[in-house]
């Protein structure tokens, strides 16, 4: 009898357990849909890029304005996607050049004029903070200068076997839009071959 209620004992946790981990795949997936909620869909295809791309609508904090605009010229390979005044991606195609994003840390590294801090740093992603140096004269006051802070981002995408680079604007951003801006990337599907 012992025997059976330990088996008993046993099944039940096992289905609890079960049951718990399920619970928490969807909630994930709650999570995921909720956090892309104030996007629309936007398709990159008649400004030769086979993909569409989620980008904020007008509930989200990118400005005033959320009409998509993009400045491409055709045969190019930059484009300029803006959505309202505040979020603006630069997206440059680099043909199949693999090594784009080690030559974009080497020239993070060689800036003379900025203190670069990274906030992530994946194979395809760089986050990063950048601060402008500011040096006073020799015996000026520690104070002297403005500090000017700025977030970027730097990330590869392959569509259609070409890699794409998305960043932000040379300017950079607030740390909330490079963080749109990092979902928006990730949200891009490839579709069948632009016309």
Known sequence: MKF???IYSLFISCLTLTACSNSDEN????VIDEALLDFNEFSLNEYDIPATILLPDETSNVGASTKVEVVHTEGDFLWDLKVG??????INDWGDDKEILNAELKKLKDLKFFNVKFLKKTPNTLVYERTLN???K???????????????????????KIIYVFETRDTGSTK???ELQEKCINSIKETKKAS
């Open 4 to 6: 059976k209620f330990i």
């Open 27 to 30: 909630s994930n997936d709650q």
């Open 85 to 90: 005044p505040n979020f603006e991606l630069v």
């Open 134 to 136: 500011v040096n006073g």
């Open 138 to 160: 020799k015996n000026a006051s520690k104070k002297v200068g403005v500090e000017h802070k700025t977030f970027h981002l730097f990330m590869t995408k392959v569509i259609n």
């Open 176 to 178: 909330e839009i490079v």
